[in-house]
């Protein structure tokens, strides 16, 4: 069983596209969060969410809006897709009192 | 605000020999964890090791340990006899321990291994 699951694991979509990666863990953790790893493997936070409610949201433009309809889903839509916006998206959970973060398998993006 | 810093972008060691990883932190709390992550070509993230600043004692898991220093806020890996697997880009990371974990990470060192 996955732990932490993404889909899709690739999405090739035009510029001005809206497009939606969906998230799931099984693993009853409090804590996702959206990570973006860019072209040179830098990995950066985008967002995190605690009992479905937005705790961090680093300065990650408006076009992309989490949605987390329960604990277990924390899925992330983009609107107006941009060339700059092709990378690697990682989702994550942890539980509350454990840092330790379980990553998805990451869905690679690239808008063409 | 809290940076990790891998001054090694790129490694090689011999099967069956150790390689050291370096990573260095900067922060201003006290109390926190650190981390090393791997990732092969597979993409995904997998924990390898994890450590926290109250405790003196270097975390080991197996053929993987750290040295950490929390004086110098370093934070180095060492894995030792060293197999084919064991190519992957490690990060290092940073959590401010807080109840809402939030990673913050190195640029990543690309680690080869030769046979």
């Known amino acids: 069983d996955t732990a932490v699951s993404q889909t899709p694991k690739y999405l090739v979509t035009q510029m001005g596209n809206d497009k939606s990666i969906k998230c799931e863990q099984n693993?009853?953790?409090?804590?996702m969060y959206w990570y973006k790893q860019d072209s040179k493997k830098f990995l950066k936070i985008m967002f995190s969410y605690n009992n479905k409610e937005l705790i961090i949201n680093e300065t990650v433009p408006n076009r992309f809006s989490p949605k987390s309809p329960d604990k277990a889903h924390l899925n992330l839509h983009i609107n107006s897709l941009e060339l700059g916006d092709s990378a690697v998206y990682f989702c994550?959970?942890?539980?509350?009192?454990?840092?330790?973060?379980?990553f998805g398998q990451g869905t690679r993006l690239t808008v063409v | 605000a809290q940076t990790v810093t891998q001054s090694q972008p790129e490694m090689s060691v011999q099967e069956a020999e150790t390689v050291t990883l370096s990573c260095t932190y900067d922060t201003s709390e006290s109390d926190y964890y650190l981390f090393w992550y791997k990732q092969p070509p597979s993409r995904q993230m997998i924990l390898v090791i994890r450590?926290?600043?109250?405790?003196?004692q270097n975390a080991t898991e197996n053929r993987f340990s750290v040295n950490f220093q929390k004086a110098a806020k370093s934070f180095s890996l060492k894995i030792s006899d060293s197999q084919l697997g064991d190519a992957a880009m490690y990060f290092c990371a940073y959590d401010r321990g807080s109840t809402l974990g939030r990673l913050y990470f190195g640029r990543g060192t690309q680690l080869t291994v030769w046979p």
């Open positions: 693993l009853g953790h409090d804590t």
């Open positions: 994550a959970s942890s539980q509350e009192l454990n840092t330790e973060a379980f």
């Open positions: 450590q926290e600043a109250y405790k003196q």
